[in-house]
């Protein structure tokens, strides 16, 4: 589990070059460790969601590589993500929302993040999205979210999904219908493992 920076401890993007780091780390030592270091595939809930998904789709961008860890050079792209309910346009936030309290509630979280108010700080809300950087050469991502989601609105897996058709990129949702922020059912572990036998382990599914 990749420990990283919360919105308390640093400012965006502490929060993406931790993770980064965390790839070159398990990189470097992939064969110390047992491990195949050109096989590494991110799973992400709620911000980690986020994090996994960026990960995925800023590979390769140096504007977000950082300088956190020893191992500075090391490729930080990943094999395949699997997102669950994360969030993926910052800049949709907090307008979505139909109560004015947790919309209210929201702006303070991403005030927090960003440092300033989102209307002030779009190019950093912009630069923390994934679906910035979605393009055809992106590794695999499963977008896993619940229809009545209140935190994450699916609305945004479902402009990711669109956006990922429009440029070719490989994405996939699974909507689980009736779920919230938060749900662990039998269907979807079953499908997340299969979409890591695929494309992980390069396996049938």
Do not use: M
Not at 71 to 88: E, I, K, S
Not at 97 to 110: D, V
Request: aromatic share 4%; hydrophobic share 40%; net charge neutral.
């Amino acid at each position: 589990a990749v420990g990283y920076r919360l919105a308390g401890e640093a400012p965006w993007p502490a929060q993406i070059h931790d993770a980064k780091a965390a790839i070159r780390w398990l990189r470097a030592h992939a064969d110390r460790l047992g491990l195949d270091g050109g096989r590494i595939a991110v799973v992400g809930t709620s911000a980690g969601g986020t994090l996994a998904t960026l990960l995925g789709t800023s590979g390769g961008d140096p504007a977000l590589e950082g300088a956190v860890g020893a191992h500075l050079g090391v490729d930080t792209r990943v094999t395949c993500v699997l997102n669950r309910f994360g969030r993926l346009n910052f800049l949709a936030e907090p307008g979505a929302r139909s109560a004015p309290a947790q919309a209210e509630a929201l702006a303070g979280r991403l005030r927090q993040l960003f440092g300033g108010p989102l209307e002030e700080r779009t190019a950093l809300a912009r630069a923390a999205s994934p679906l910035t950087y979605l393009s055809a050469d992106d590794p695999p991502v499963l977008t896993v979210h619940g229809t009545a989601d209140a935190v994450v609105p699916i609305a945004q897996a479902e402009e990711f999904e669109a956006a990922a058709r429009q440029v070719g990129a490989r994405h996939e949702l699974v909507r689980v219908e009736g779920a919230g922020h938060g749900f662990d059912r039998p269907d979807e572990r079953r499908r997340s493992r299969e979409f890591l036998d695929q494309h992980l382990r390069g396996g049938p599914a």
